[in-house]
């Protein structure tokens, strides 16, 4: 025989009914070189189906006492490979009925949905009505199946292909041994007592469900490889020590409202969703963002918690600073609350909907806090969002922290309310310094004291406060936006190491101020104000200092209104000895200076002044006349005589003063000249 031909055997005895292995004799004949014959038997293996039938009276029995319950009325008798398909024709056939421990040499279940025989069931009722052995159990087609027969503890292992599975509270303890795998779109749901052992395969877009709305279901030993949907069904509190690896494409999904404790180091890379109850990490991840109870850390992943739902995460939950900001997953919480309990632990990009509250409690804290936030905070929704602490740990900012917080009430009131403290990035960062910047058209209120020494920017909506950002260096409104000091009680105080800026015209500042030791940087647009005070009053000194950046051409002289009031605002106390104008700039010669007028704040630019000069000198006998412009205002003047010209100036004689008229005109005609001197000299002096 050459290797690698296949050969047909034609069986010329009459045919058996029984299946088993049988010994096939062949002759063969070799015409190579050299030339030779051999005889020896071949061991032939069939496997013979059964085809599920059900009689006519509806008993639909499954047992080995000879009941025609199957097609071509034949009989089962263990060993045998039965089938359950969409041509049975008995009455009531789905109901199969088992009598007694069966060993079938396998189980193939391929129905329909749609048809008569769309759901199969097993039914069993005592412990001993059960399947067991070596035997497998195949399903297929999209119709369904339910076991709740006795205690199965056949070894060969659960396979669906397609359609569903119930194993269901049966009257006894199954122990399956060899796991389950799902593919092709295939649903189970496990309700059973006892356990499925060998772990469990989960195939894309198919799932398993862990029970049924009650206790059972939740033992099952083994790894399980989530790359469909796994989803926890129970109504009592349930501990998972399993790992779970899988794809991108998994789901895990608690549904009840119990809690679901999660502590294998599992490295699944697909999305969490706590619809209800409970989701608790224990499994302390490592640094790389591996081997925590939710999985790895993974670009795209999402974990979403909804309304009434809450999630208690571990130290580490997705890893530290050895994950990329980018491959951090995304926390969505609509409506539910985020816990950590245990020790500090970084976050990615946070979603906060519907009253949503992000909360911590560590166990401990030192120099590592609470949160480190590792993206942006977006807020949205109906109603208000919180973030918050059980013991006053703080959250620790990433370098630059967006807040995009929308209007979700409708109203003035906080739409996002922060009553942690803020502080720079951890230790595992560098606790560099760090930025808060607001955005979206919402309110954020600060209520704690915040430590983070990076700027406080608000872009867009409002930053209120009630606690303190005393260490944050620079504060800059933009225009339109809003920081609202209102609630403070004493009123804000500008510390001497921060400056209060704009970077476009008009911002907005709500409250009471006291700028006196602080600093003022303001970026003017020539014509509107660069801040608008519609409540509270702006206190200066006259050690403010004061900046002003402006935008356009240089100001020629004149008065320039930067800081504005509406309703009940006001600049007050004394207006900064000096400013300093950058940008354009003022008119060439020209000076500036601060002025408080009608409790608004104004940029005087003075224009360059003219030299004196005269405009006329004659002499007429003794009478000698001059006349000039450019002098001060109603300014006085001396006129100096002297005879000899290289006298010091203390040495002429004052023989007249006098004043300039209103304009600081000069128009003087005085009888001084002696004609008995050769010469005379006069000088002007203010």
Known sequence: MTPGVGYVYTNTTAATNAAGVYSLPVNVADSGTPAGTASNNIALTVTEYLTWNGDGSGNSFWDTTGDVEWQNARVYSNAYTVRFDDSATGVDATNVNLLETLLPGGIVVSNTAGTPTANYTFNGSTSTEAISGTTSLLKQGSGALTLQEGSDNFSGGITVGGGSLLISDNPGTVAILGGLTVTNGGSVILDEVGSISGGITIGNASSVQIGENDQYGHTFNGIVTMDGTLIFNNSIDVPIANVISGASTGNLVQSNVNNVTLSGASTFAGNVLVNSGTLTDTKVGAADGSNGGLGIAAAGKTVTVNSGAALVVAQNVFGGNLVSEANMPSLIINGGTVN?????????????????????????????????????????????????????????????????????????????????????????????????????TGTMLLTASNTYTGNTIISAGTLALSGSISNSPNIIVSSGATFDISALSPAFVLMPNQTLSNNTSTAILNGSADASAGKISLTYASGTPSFNIPSGTLTLASGTTFKVNNTGAALAAGSYKIISKAGSGSVGGTAPSSVTVSGGGIVAGGTASLSISNNELYLVVSGASSPFKFTGISINGTTLTLSGTNGPDNGNYVLLESTNVALPLTNWIPVLTNTFDGSGNLNLSTNIVNPNNSQQFYILSQ
């Open 340 to 440: 950590d309990t245990t020790k500090y632990t970084s976050i990615g990009s946070v979603t906060l909907n519907n009253g949503a509250t992000l909360t911590q409690s560590p166990s401990s804290v030192n120099s590592y806090q609470g949160y480190q936030f590792r993206g942006s905070i977006t807020v949205g929704g109906s109603s208000p969002s919180t973030i918050s602490t059980g013991n006053g740990a703080d959250n620790h900012l990433d370098t630059n922290t967006v807040f995009n917080v929308a209007d979700v009430t409708g109203d003035s009131g906080a739409d996002l309310t922060v009553s942690t403290g803020l502080r720079n990035t951890s230790p595992d960062f560098g606790q560099v310094p760090s930025s808060l910047i607001k955005s979206g």
